[in-house]
């Protein structure tokens, strides 16, 4: 018996290497990354899937109503590279410009007048 206390004795005067002390901690931070990697990849399949749908609801056609002031008339109308919209209504006097986006909602509306000397 003398000898096996002895011997635990010279166990636990021997220096341990920073990696063997720490080796539950490391344990536990590769796992958390693990989990972080993979939560990663989850968000950008998700990311991906959702842009992807996006742009196939975009393709459908829509069909939108815009109701002119009475007496007003369109004179001019462009199409912008994301589906905006400007239109120039004529009325009266007047000129007004009208900025609307993707979804045909009303975004700007610009009056122009003429002055009158």
Do not use: C
């Amino acid at each position: 018996m003398i000898r096996d206390s002895s011997a635990k004795d010279d166990e636990a005067t021997i220096p341990q290497s920073p990696i063997v002390r720490h080796l539950g901690l490391i344990k536990v931070m590769s796992v958390i990354m693990a989990i972080l990697i993979v939560a990663a990849l989850v968000v950008i399949v998700v990311t991906i899937y959702s842009r992807l749908t996006a742009m196939e609801q975009n393709l459908e056609t829509r069909q939108s109503e815009i109701i002119l002031p009475e007496g007003a008339h369109v004179s001019s109308a462009s199409l912008g590279e994301k589906g905006q919209m400007l239109l120039l209504i004529e009325q009266e006097n007047r000129q007004q410009i009208w900025h609307f986006d993707r979804s045909a909602r009303l975004q700007r509306q610009i009056e122009l007048r003429t002055s009158t000397p």
